[in-house]
Nanobody, 122 residues
Framework: QVQLVESGGGLVQPGGSLRLSCAASGSNFFIFNMAWYRQAPGQERELVASVTRDGTTNYADSVKGRFTASRDNPKNTMYLQMYSLKPEDTAVYYC????????????????WGQGTQVTVSS
């Protein structure tokens, strides 16, 4: 059973920084693309950043230049370094990954973490 677990959220002042982590646990799986999404109260979930297996990244316009997504494939972990945080960045941040399990014969499925709260407030 593959699980995604996010960590690193919390309360930070405007202009501050946070680093989120997403670790995949379990056995016998292969991760393709990974992504961070966020959902603010009363709003739809939106894509924040994505990272391919070779490290190619893509960002929402609202976070370009402030957020950096990366991953460590041997550790099955993805990161989101967030700088210059704004109150409008306040949301629950979710990790998403396309995973094949077993790695050769399995079907690719879409996995989600449970989310981690990021609150930007003075």
């Amino acid at each position: 059973q593959v699980q995604l677990v996010e960590s690193g959220g919390g309360l930070v002042q405007p202009g501050g920084s946070l680093r989120l982590s997403c670790a995949a646990s379990g056995s016998n799986f292969f991760i393709f693309n990974m992504a961070w999404y966020r959902q603010a109260p009363g709003q739809e979930r939106e894509l924040v950043a994505s990272v391919t297996r070779d490290g190619t990244t893509n960002y929402a316009d609202s976070v370009k230049g402030r957020f950096t997504a990366s991953r460590d494939n041997p550790k099955n972990t993805m990161y989101l370094q967030m700088y210059s945080l704004k109150p409008e960045d306040t949301a629950v941040y979710y990790c998403n990954a396309d995973i094949r399990s077993p790695p050769i014969t399995g079907r690719v499925r879409d996995y989600w973490g449970q989310g981690t709260q990021v609150t930007v407030s003075s």
